[in-house]
């Protein structure tokens, strides 16, 4: 090593900002006032403990690094830093004494002054690069951009044992585990200084902290062109598609079918797995890419063939009832449709048999804005809201044609078009503004029974039918589950019954015919696989199944592919297999086995280990925390115990397919509800069904709303206690 130079004159920086985005607490948070006070009381006392440090190293690539961007013997800089130890042990601490909340903090208070120690850190590097006369070109940190042994190569180079008092684990894991470690690489042109973290390249994809810059991707088809801006890690098919040149992608962009083909002309991107699995090594030395798999850093230039496709499908096969009725002479038809955040399921009822005769399901295109409403709420409130309606308008448009052809009838055949959805879906469906859905006290333009003409709200003169909106009850308890409410007979029932739909927002209600009380729990999305490091959709190669025997997972995958990642219900078979084999604790900490790397599950085709994190099981204790708190505020408020609920309904894909016996391990559901849980799938798509089959249907709507309240889990007096009372594994 040329020289170290030692830094330990820092601020310690803790922005409270920094502290809520890294634990995602908002102000609608039910425990946002209890961190900010929480964080008062902790801060000096987190000052205290805090010890930060620095070594910056100029020197040379070691042989152990080198690759196709490292050459061996070039100049490059080594950075380590460090908060100490004593923080993370009074994290733990907190921890082990059942004090989730104050461990959290603490942890995230000790990364908030590790990022501003970053700043500060680059200060002093700027300095030394203009005194040395060089630039920094590429910042690379393990294990994204290079292999996790650089940061044994930097502890050696910088001697960080006495330099900085640190150890480091046979597995390159450092202890302290709040260690920092970057390694910049150097350039002879002194005005390029590229050592700030590029989120677009990192893949802590869910981190709070993300900020990504807007990236080109100019897009050259035989003599037309096409420039397209990327968002936040936002595959080139993603941004194409989103712009509305749709080609074909059969596999869904899992880079399965090859059949995305660009080529690089200008700028760069990695090549992937799958890139090698579809082309040679002269074809990729050419350019030749996936779009689906290319996630360009910076602005580029490629050549593709887009086709004229309106993207793909997924066809629905008849059930028994449609062919029962298939040869009924109908009077007319209508059509019910669920709006759903991912997909769109359509019915074509008979007005005569009453009953279905055609069915069809597709991808929701909006996707391409976020995966859940608030990045679609976000989205339309950055100015795309005439984008997501037409992206709505467009998949609907093609649900109604493609249910009108298979069955052989004319458009004006088509009488009422019933449609569920939450409000957001709703919203911009209509092209009503989001701006109240985001922000506290979160009041929604209309959330009514809507009748509107078919033109008025598709814009096509396609049919002459009317569309029917199913109202809501809140922004966040929205025709959806009025939908769910109406399909279950609520109305009607003289029982007690409890609808639960564990989607993001963990809505929910309990209720009979003379009382329903209604409400959303921010369960996040680690229950669709979301925040999980290894999570995903149910896609074909998801680990849907889990079974630990002596120690390791036996898997089962959707479509019996080979494991590509974790979707919803296999994370929930997991955590509770874990959880019955004792390798979680009841404070949700892995075995000192696992602690570090995470529990092993799979291998992908490609040779990466599928592991479930220690961050994983806290998302999952925030989740399920989240809703058996929302259950339990629920049922007092509703003045019932467990045992006087008479039947629990559990709603959407996710409820549909859960194992209710490991759900019921997890403390998701109480054992109490054991015998009662019935799985009844898209309940949205069923009221919308029955609110088309029922002649009294918008009476009954009118007595079901009018019988029905809310409660606000933001305020109410028990739900932080039970909040926290829940984060432990029984």
Not at 277 to 306: N, S, W
Not at 371 to 388: H, M, P, T
Not at 714 to 727: G, I, K, P, V
């Amino acid at each position: 090593m040329e020289s170290i130079i030692k830094i330990t004159e820092f601020q310690k920086t803790i922005e409270k900002e920094t502290v809520l985005k890294l634990m995602d607490c908002k102000e609608d948070s039910p425990i946002y006032e209890e961190v900010q006070r929480e964080f008062s009381d902790l801060l000096q006392e987190v000052e205290r403990r805090l010890d930060p440090k620095a070594v910056i190293g100029f020197g040379k690539v070691a042989g152990e690094l080198e690759s196709e961007k490292l050459k061996a013997g070039e100049d490059i800089i080594y950075i380590l830093s460090t908060v100490g130890g004593e923080v993370s042990r009074y994290s733990s601490e907190s921890f082990e004494e059942g004090d989730f909340l104050k461990g959290m903090l603490i942890d995230a208070m000790a990364d908030a002054c590790l990022f501003a120690m970053d700043h500060e850190i680059q200060a002093v590097l700027k300095e030394e690069c203009a005194r040395r006369k060089i630039g920094i070109v590429s910042r690379l940190e393990a294990p994204n951009d290079i292999p996790m042994i650089a940061q044994k190569t930097a502890f050696d180079a910088l001697k960080a044992d006495k330099t900085l008092g640190i150890a480091i684990s046979p597995s390159y894991m450092y202890d302290p585990v709040k260690t920092s470690c970057q390694v910049m690489q150097v350039t002879a042109d002194e005005s390029v200084f590229r050592a700030q973290h590029n989120c677009r390249k990192c893949g802590a994809k869910n981190c709070n902290m993300r900020k990504i810059q807007p990236v080109t991707i100019t897009v050259i088809n035989k003599d037309k062109k096409l420039v397209v801006v990327s968002e936040e890690y936002e595959s080139i098919l993603s941004a194409i598609n989103r712009q509305g040149a749709y080609f074909s992608a059969v596999c869904g962009g899992k880079g399965n079918c090859g059949k995305c083909k660009i080529r690089l002309k200008e700028g760069e991107l990695d090549v992937t797995p799958s890139d090698r699995k579809h082309f040679t090594e002269e074809e990729l030395a050419q350019g030749y890419r996936l779009a689906c798999r290319a996630y360009p850093a910076d602005d580029c230039v490629i050549t593709m063939d887009v086709q004229d496709e309106a993207g793909f499908s997924i066809q629905v096969g008849h059930g028994d009832s449609q062919q029962e009725h298939a040869g009924t002479e109908e009077a007319g038809y209508d059509i019910a449709v669920d709006i759903g955040t991912t997909t769109l399921a359509f019915q074509l009822v008979g007005k005569t048999s009453r009953s279905p005769v055609g069915s069809f399901a597709t991808l929701n295109r909006q996707r391409a804005f976020g995966a859940d409403v608030i990045s679609r709420i976000q989205a339309s409130c950055d100015g795309k809201k005439e984008a997501l309606r037409k992206s709505i308008q467009e998949d609907l448009m093609t649900g109604i044609r493609t249910l009108v052809e298979e069955a052989g009838i004319r458009p004006d055949q088509i009488d009422r078009i019933a449609i569920g959805g939450n409000t957001t879906m709703g919203h911009l469906l209509l092209g009503y503004s989001c701006e109240g859905l985001g922000v506290f006290p979160f009041t929604p333009v209309d959330i009514s029974l809507i009748e509107k003409p078919f033109r008025e709200v598709l814009e096509d003169d396609y049919c002459d039918a009317e569309v029917i909106l199913l109202p809501g009850i809140s922004t966040y308890v929205g025709g959806d589950i009025v939908s769910g409410l109406y399909d279950c007979e609520f109305d009607t029932n003289e029982k007690t019954a409890l609808l639960v739909d564990l989607g993001t927002n963990g809505e929910m209600a309990i209720g009979n015919r003379d009382r329903i009380v209604s409400t959303s729990t921010a369960a996040g999305p680690a229950f669709e696989g979301g925040n999980i490091s290894w999570g995903m959709g149910s896609v074909q190669g998801a680990i849907c199944k889990v079974e630990i025997e002596d120690g390791r997972a036996n898997i089962a995958t959707i479509g019996d592919k080979p494991p590509i990642g974790l979707c919803g219900t296999g994370v929930i078979e997991t955590i509770s297999g874990l959880i019955e084999h004792e390798l979680v604790d009841e404070t949700g900490r892995l075995e000192e086995e696992y602690f570090e790397n995470g529990y092993r599950l799979a291998q992908t085709p490609d040779g990466r280990d599928i592991t479930f994190t220690q961050q994983d099981v806290r998302e999952i204790q925030l989740a399920k925390s989240a809703v058996r708190a929302g259950i339990e505020v629920l049922l007092r408020r509703f003045g019932v115990t467990y045992d006087q609920v008479d039947a629990v309904y559990l709603a959407g894909g996710f409820g549909y397919h859960i194992n209710q016996e490991k759900a019921m391990v997890l403390g998701l559901l109480p054992r109490e509800f054991d015998g009662k849980i019935k799985a009844v799938g898209n309940s949205s798509l069923g009221g919308a069904l029955r609110y088309l089959i029922n002649d009294d249907s918008k009476e009954r709507l009118e007595l079901l709303l009018e019988h029905s309240s809310e409660i606000d889990l933001s305020t109410d007096a028990d739900f932080n206690e039970l909040y926290m009372e829940h984060m432990f594994f029984e």
